[in-house]
């Protein structure tokens, strides 16, 4: 993944970073935001749109509640969040906290880069199951059609703003602590005006990984079927200077805290083609929410 200057203030300040998290008897809920069956639904709908040809792509999610006796500690929560996913792009913002491994868009001088993320498979910890998965990930044609859909969207998008711009021929495999991801690098030179990096990422958002394609007709079913407020989950967050430099990532493996810390929700969603089905879709979002979930929640 490009370097980037998306960081929390605990990166600007090394001294923080030496503070381990307090002790805690804080205690824990987890509920369903949206009912899963409703999910489920909406997950027949969009791959039946697919199906009989109304989109290529749509992307439902869902999100679940976290509530807490006592406020979240965000502090702690940012610690195990950099020890567990050190390789993300982490960000805390006005509640609005996560580590995603998704750079939307960086520009630095003339340079420009993207490592979009879509199709997805669980990482268990065993090496020789992990590779299967991986391997398995990468010979799936489910997967690499939900993938090519966002490098497409992705690279045409940029492509009017660069004097050239080369991308990475096969995607590979991103491996964050609990998920595997296919990723695909895209890197370039911008022409003249130079493009700013904040008009580059309303551009790109929101990318097929979240949104679909084509664009305007699968968020009018996402609208439609999905049945939920997604907040500010699925934009972009991120930082630019007086240049027009900076980076955003994409607004994933988050969670969204109340005013008074003590209620956190978490979104996870996944992108549907033809081939796929409702109970594997279920399964990918909760090993996706399984990222935050294991920050918020410590024994």
């Not at 989109?55 to 702690?76: F, L, Y």
């Not at 939307?104 to 993320?117: A, T």
């Not at 929101?206 to 664009?215: E, K, M, S």
């Not at 810390?261 to 979002?285: D, K, M, Q």
Request: glycine share 8%.
């Amino acid at each position: 993944m490009a370097p980037s200057g998306l960081r929390t203030s605990k990166d600007r300040y090394p001294t923080l970073t030496s503070l381990p998290p307090l002790a805690s008897t804080n205690s824990f809920q987890v509920r369903p935001g949206i009912e899963v069956e409703r999910y489920l639904s909406a997950v027949g709908a969009i791959r039946d749109a697919v199906r009989s040809g109304e989109i290529t792509k749509a992307v439902i999610a869902r999100d679940v509640i976290v509530e807490a006796s006592d406020p979240i500690d965000v502090h702690g929560l940012l610690l195990r969040l950099k020890a567990s996913f050190g390789s993300s792009y982490r960000y805390s913002f006005d509640g609005f906290i996560g580590a995603s491994p998704e750079l939307l868009v960086e520009i630095r001088g003339s340079e420009i880069f993207s490592h979009p993320l879509a199709g997805t498979t669980p990482r268990t910890g065993d090496p020789v199951t992990d590779e299967r998965l991986a391997s398995e990930l990468l010979a799936s044609p489910k997967n690499q059609i939900e993938h090519r859909v966002v490098i497409d969207m992705v690279h045409d998008t940029l492509l009017p703003h660069c004097s050239f711009l080369d991308w990475e021929p096969e995607p590979t495999v991103v491996k964050v602590a609990n998920v595997q991801h296919l990723g695909t690098r895209l890197q370039g030179a911008l022409s003249t005006p130079r493009l700013h990096v904040l008009d580059a990422a309303r551009m790109l958002s929101p990318t097929p990984a979240l949104g679909g394609f084509p664009r305007d007709a699968a968020l009018e079913l996402i609208e439609r079927h999905e049945g939920l407020d997604r907040g500010r989950y699925g934009g972009a967050v991120g930082w630019f200077d007086s240049r027009g430099d900076g980076a955003f990532a994409v607004a994933i493996r988050c969670a969204d805290l109340s005013a008074d810390r003590r209620t956190a929700r978490l979104f996870a969603g996944g992108g549907i083609v033809a081939e796929s089905e409702p109970l594997s879709e279920l399964a990918e979002t909760q090993a996706k929410f399984q990222a935050m979930l294991a920050a918020i929640i410590r024994p």
